[in-house]
């Protein structure tokens, strides 16, 4: 079964960096993509970020582009958000999720496995 379990979130001031992992916690299979969700309070989870397998392809919100860099690396079990130019907006719990299948997907009921979130603050 795959477990993920995150760590990296904080407390950054507008503008900083921050980098997210999310860790495998069990041998993966080919053709798993992963995804970056989040949710602020109040708010209905969406979408920040997905990569299909292999690294084929990539998705990333109108509201962060430009500004978040999802990677995977499969020798290590990982994937990161790295988020750059980060905005008051970008207050939420990230959640780190996975899927087995290869194409790209956006959805949050498209990912069966899941980390704890994480809190990421961005003072002004």
């Known amino acids: 079964q795959v477990q993920l379990v995150q760590s990296g979130g904080g407390l950054v001031q507008v503008g900083d960096s921050l980098r997210l992992s999310c860790s495998v916690s069990?041998?993966?299979?080919?053709?798993?993509?992963f995804g970056w969700f989040r949710q602020a309070p109040g708010k209905e989870r969406e979408v920040v970020a997905t990569?299909?397998?292999?690294?084929?392809?990539?998705y990333y919100s109108d509201s962060v582009k430009g500004r978040f860099t999802i990677a995977r690396n499969d020798a290590t079990d990982t994937t990161s958000l790295q988020m750059d130019s980060l905005k008051p907006e970008d207050t939420a719990v990230y959640y780190c999720?996975?899927?087995?299948?290869?194409?790209?997907?956006?959805?949050?009921?498209?990912?069966?496995?899941w980390g704890q979130g994480v809190q990421v603050t961005v003072s002004s």
């Open positions: 999720a996975a899927r087995d299948g290869w194409s790209l997907k956006t959805r949050p009921s498209d990912f069966p496995y």
């Open positions: 069990a041998r993966t299979i080919s053709m798993t993509g």
């Open positions: 990569i299909g397998g292999r690294g084929s392809s990539r």
